[in-house]
């Protein structure tokens, strides 16, 4: 079903559809601000035809775990990217976001990548419109520190580096905590809630 709300902006709603492959957009005729991919089948962030006027796109809880190169060719205006919950492992998947000149918001939490040394100086680093990164302002002493890091060649060999084996648990963020609190408040079984409760104790998050 397409959603679009009472006010100047639309979004298509195309949350929980089991939805595998970007595709069949182009009926849209770009008439939509906002698309909502939320729990669904994603596995990779492709398949866009151009939609000028697109400024949102929130993708959590998917399966992502790649980024086409060229995706800033399909959506050149994306302010807001939501890709909470998916599986980008590595930061050279992350690549793709390089080129969205006017992205601010950006939400990559929940990936394996979040737990990657110097996973929020490389965002910042490649993504220097970002200004608000897993809902924490970008400060101007991170966007020096940033510089410094990956000057000269040493952004390519942290790019390159693979040290995430899946499997793995990755380790949990402040944001991660309390993601599962709500989560403890809201379970529905007494099994749902010792299995969150033991996450939470352990401070870490089953690898994927």
Request: proline share 4%; net charge positive.
């Amino acid at each position: 079903k397409a959603v679009v709300s009472t006010q100047s902006t639309g979004e298509l709603d195309l949350r929980d559809r089991k939805i595998p492959v970007v595709e069949n957009l182009a009926v849209t005729l770009d008439q939509f601000d906002c698309i909502d991919f939320s729990d669904n089948e994603l596995r990779k962030l492709d398949g866009f035809p151009l939609l000028s006027r697109l400024s949102m796109l929130i993708c959590n809880n998917n399966k992502i775990s790649k980024i086409a190169e060229d995706l800033y060719a399909a959506i050149p205006n994306i302010e807001t990217l939501v890709l909470t919950g998916n599986s980008l492992e590595e930061l050279g998947d992350l690549k793709g976001l390089s080129k969205l000149t006017k992205l601010k918001y950006l939400s990559i939490m929940r990936n394996p990548v979040a737990a990657k040394n110097h996973y929020r100086s490389y965002v910042i680093y490649t993504c220097p419109s970002v200004r608000v990164l897993d809902y924490k302002r970008v400060k101007q002493q991170e966007r020096v520190a940033a510089r410094k890091m990956f000057a000269g060649k040493k952004k390519a060999a942290i790019e390159a580096a693979k040290t995430f084996t899946p499997g793995e648990p990755v380790k949990q963020t402040p944001a991660d905590k309390e993601a599962i609190k709500a989560a403890i408040a809201k379970a529905s079984s007494l099994d749902e809630i010792r299995r969150l409760e033991m996450m939470l104790n352990s401070g870490t998050i089953p690898g994927f």
